[in-house]
């Protein structure tokens, strides 16, 4: 489960980087690209203006090569003499063209266009490649963040599975020496506190073995018919639930297949049970529910009581973690949920929690097998 867990953060913190990155990278890229694009467009309206206005010059030497030519035809007309205080015309006087070319501006349009297109094609090679390197560059990055967590989170499952198997031992001792006090001085109230503490004590040291068994995910999985698993999982708690007031009601499919251990997902029905009848509140019914849907089999487990809160229900899969401190000394300690959590999470499944004011459900979600 760790893996997993610390695989996604990784991936996550990944995607961040990366995405932040070409965020800049685009804004970047689209500013250059902008401001190039816009000089490149007002240098060809520059020329395009310039041109124009030359055309306009152009053609007023025109009109004005066109006066002169006929003078000078009246000139000719008159024997070649100009009258008195009047000039010949300058019958030299041509117009040139300084104007700008149709085809000159079509090649300048058609350089615009190409820019345009080649400069968005090699943007969109450099982001790709930019893409490629950040992604692993961002990966390796992530890995140097995430390594001393790992680190501590392994030593830290090493230590739970270590004091779980030096503390039996201790209290195996205990355990043997309780009995022999009982028989040579006989019950007391003392020897009874000794014995319910120590009970206490086991219970709580095989949680946390459970647990660090749990997320080392040391089980083999095989081909389960999970309905069977849990009818025989909800059997041994209706008498619990009648105990307690409430009646336990099953609606389970038949034909649900799922990989996974047996033990462990019995210990998962065994923790969800406990969990509904300790917590059932008011008038109603505990039940389970079972079905599938598509390609995943759901297991829900639900009991009546009061609506848990935002806060609660996300600590709630948390080690020692409990909705009411008040309750002390009733064999809890918050591990079940966890210990729970963390075999599904083994199975490629998925634990959540639903609490309206009517009642709480529990639902588990595990990968179906095709049958």
Known sequence: MSN?????????????????????????????FLTTYYEQYKQVLGVEDAAAAVSDEAGASADSFDEAGAAADSFDEAGGRPDQGQEPPNGDIVPKDRGISAADLEIQRSFLRHFGLSTLKNTAYVALIFLVVLLVVSYWVAGLILKPLEQAYAKQKQFISDAGHELKT??????????????????????????????????????????????????????????????????????VAFEHGYTLIDEIEPDLHVLGDQGQLEQVIAILMDNAISHAQGDGEITVRAWRARDQVYCAVSNPGEQMSDAQMQNLFERF????????????????????????????????????????????RLPAVKI
């Open 4 to 32: 997993r867990m610390f695989q996604k953060t990784r991936i996550k913190i990944m995607l961040v980087v990366t995405a932040s990155m070409m965020l800049l990278l685009a804004v970047a890229l689209g500013a250059i």
């Open 170 to 239: 201790p209290i195996a001792a205990i355990d043997a020496n309780v009995e022999l006090l009982r028989r040579d001085i006989g019950e007391n109230r003392w020897l009874e506190s000794i014995r319910y503490e120590s009970d206490r004590m086991n219970h709580l040291i095989r949680q946390l073995l459970d647990l660090a068994r749990a997320e080392a995910k040391a089980a083999s999985f095989e081909n389960l018919e999970f309905d069977r698993v849990l009818m025989g999982g909800i059997l041994p708690y209706e008498g």
């Open 321 to 364: 973690y409990r909705t009411d401190e008040a309750r002390t000394g009733d064999g809890h300690y918050g591990l079940g949920l966890s210990i729970a959590k963390a075999i599904v999470d083994a199975h490629k499944g998925l634990l959540s929690v639903e609490s309206t004011p009517e009642e709480t459900t529990f639902t588990v």
